[in-house]
Structures are given as C-alpha cells and as structure tokens.
C-alpha cells in the first residue's frame, strides 16, 4: 500500500467538510429564528455551539470513512476509492483524529451545559449517542433503511432546536433548576412543538439529500453489503 501521508487536503477530505452545509443550515436558520422570534442571540454560546457541531460533525464522518474501509468487501472500493485506502493513511493516525475532534466536540459541549442549563447533558448525550452509532457498531444506522429518519430528525431538528435552545435555556423551551438531582423541569411544549414544525422543511430537506447520496452510491453499497432505503424501495431506471 502505497503512503501518501496525511496531508491538509487529505485531512479535510476525510472529514468530508465540504458536507457540513448540512448541519450548519439547520444553526444558522436557528440562530436568526432566535434573533428574530425571541431577540435572544448569545454570541459566546453560539461560538461555543459552533465549535462543538462542527468538531462532532467532522468526528462522525471520520467514523463513517473509517468504518467504511474496515467492512469494505470491494477491495477496488477498499484501495482505491476510499479516503484511507487510496491515501495510505496509517489507521493509528486515523485513531488519533477520530478520538481528538471527539475529545474537542465533548469539551465544548461541557462548557456549553455550564455556559447554559444542565438540561442540555441528557439532550446533547442523547444527540451524541444517534451520531456515533450513526456510523459505528456491527449495524450502524447509517447501513439500514433507519438512516435518512435518524439523520433527518437529528440535524434538520435536533440541531435547530439547540441553536435556539441554547440561547437562553431559562427562558423558552426547556430548562431545569436545582442541585444534586433535586430540583424542577421548566418545559414549555408549545415553544418546543413551534420550533418542531418549523423544523420539517430541514428534517424533509437533510433526509432528501441523504437519500441523494445512497441513491448514487447505491451500486457500491450493494458491492459492500450496505443495505440503505435504496436498496428497499428500489432504484427507478429512466
């Protein structure tokens, strides 16, 4: 196998950057709706908030990639067309990027519970867990016909509704106050169903271009036993 070593280009194609588009629509619409709807914009959080996405995103794709080449059964697709085969990387190398961007992500994620309110713990896990086995484990969700509802739902909702949450948690949507698990949960459901239909549009328009994806990977996902939606609705020949 060839090394090309890991490179900037070779890095920034194997978290995929390019692709963030799709996690920082669903902030940014969530950050101007805050600004507009409730006059909330808080810069330090949003910034914080930014950093965390970004770097959880990137992690996520890094796993995808890497699981990609360790279950690829092509070797063609193996050597050739995935980022760590064609590139030579050195999987320890790999390794150390995934766990870096996820020890980055989970950092500030804390500074943003304790920048926040502690209601974001349990949601920012709960966001954690759909990412990373997303792309990881025996099944990911991302190899079953479950991954355009689990990525639509979590980014086009999931992220909106933080981008708002996080701009002042005690005062819209959902919040908790208290100590050593003694305390009260503030839940405003109108707020959260509100930001929830505002959200579809995304969640219709992330699962659609996940749909895309699998749809022009079809045939390679097949060569590597990747069982998407495509391969159960079938895919139209015109």
């Not at 890991?6 to 978290?15: D, K, Q, R, S």
């Not at 050593?180 to 219709?204: A, C, H, Q, R, Y």
Request: hydrophobic share 50%.
């Amino acid at each position: 196998m060839r090394t090309n070593g890991l490179t900037l280009p070779v890095f920034l194609e194997f978290v995929e950057l390019k692709t963030k588009v799709a996690s920082f629509s669903p902030m940014v619409i969530g950050f101007l709706w805050s600004a507009y709807a409730y006059g909330q914009l808080n810069w330090l959080n949003t910034i914080v908030f930014v950093i965390a996405v970004l770097c959880f995103d990137m992690c996520t794709t890094a796993i995808n990639n890497t699981m990609d080449y360790k279950k690829a059964v092509d070797v063609a697709y193996k050597e050739e067309e995935n980022v760590i085969g064609k590139n030579g990387l050195d999987y320890q190398h790999v390794l150390m990027i995934i766990f870096t961007l996820f020890g980055i992500a989970t950092a500030f994620s804390l500074i943003l519970v304790w920048l926040t309110d502690l209601m974001l713990l349990p949601i920012g896990v709960l966001c954690f867990l759909i990412g990373i086995f997303y792309t990881f484990g025996p099944k990911p969700l991302s190899r079953l016909p479950l991954g355009e509802i689990f990525s639509g739902v979590t980014m086009g909702f999931g992220i909106f509704f933080l981008a708002v949450y996080i701009q002042d948690p005690s005062d819209f949507l959902v919040s908790y106050w208290g100590s050593f698990g003694i305390g009260n949960i503030d839940f405003f459901w109108l707020e959260t169903l509100k930001i929830f239909f505002m959200s579809l549009p995304l969640v219709s328009l992330i699962a659609n271009i996940m749909l895309a994806n699998n749809l022009c990977d079809y045939e390679q996902d097949v060569r590597n036993h990747r069982f998407t939606l495509v391969h159960y609705i079938g895919k139209k020949v015109v």
